[in-house]
């Protein structure tokens, strides 16, 4: 049985996007609380994008070296399932605000092309020892700027033995999905540019034509 790769939309901002990832078979949705991203949202606007979402649907929110208060004050309002956090982190700093607002949390990890395969291995077994609030990696393509860059890395620095539990993004788009899956066979991708037609703006066909590219890799036999 082969298996179904999970699709995260992120950099949500309206509501009519929301509906489209949803009706188009998204697993989980993001929501962006770096006020310097074009795709910000502030926590009032969040709790209102995610009022519809069905059951099963997990809501992540992108931190950029956010404070503890910073992520109190989005969760008083905003029902968040998963904090992700995109900034400088350490693994420590991720695992205290974690527990303090009890939501496990993804960890998302800049690959460059300096970065080698031993030290994605290391990162992953480095936040793994922070508990059981530990959700996995996302990993996206090292830029001087937080956040998406739309490009894409090379996706061979990821270890095989790791790839089954990590996220894949940077640069994916309906025109590379399949052929990034199929090589990678990660346990989830995740898109924010590669569906838009402007920046936090997104495009219902273009998150149905990459959700369709994604399902089709899962039917190719390794």
Known sequence: MNHRTRIKICGLTRDEDVAAAISAGADAIGLVFYPPSP?????TQAAMLLRH??????T???FVNATLAEVEQ???VVP?????FHGDETPEQCAEIAAAVNRP???AIRVGAKTIAEDLLKCEQSYRATGNLYSGLLFDTLADSYGGTGKVFDWSLIPEELAPRVVLSGGLSAHNA???VVRVRPFAVDVSSGVEVAKGIKDAASITHF???VRLADTIQA
């Open 39 to 43: 795709r910000y949202v502030t926590a």
């Open 53 to 58: 979402v069905p059951p099963f649907i997990t």
């Open 60 to 62: 992540v929110g992108l």
């Open 74 to 76: 989005v969760l008083r």
């Open 80 to 84: 968040l399932s998963l904090l992700q």
């Open 105 to 107: 949390y993804l960890r």
């Open 178 to 180: 399949t052929e990034a």
């Open 211 to 213: 959700i369709a590219a």
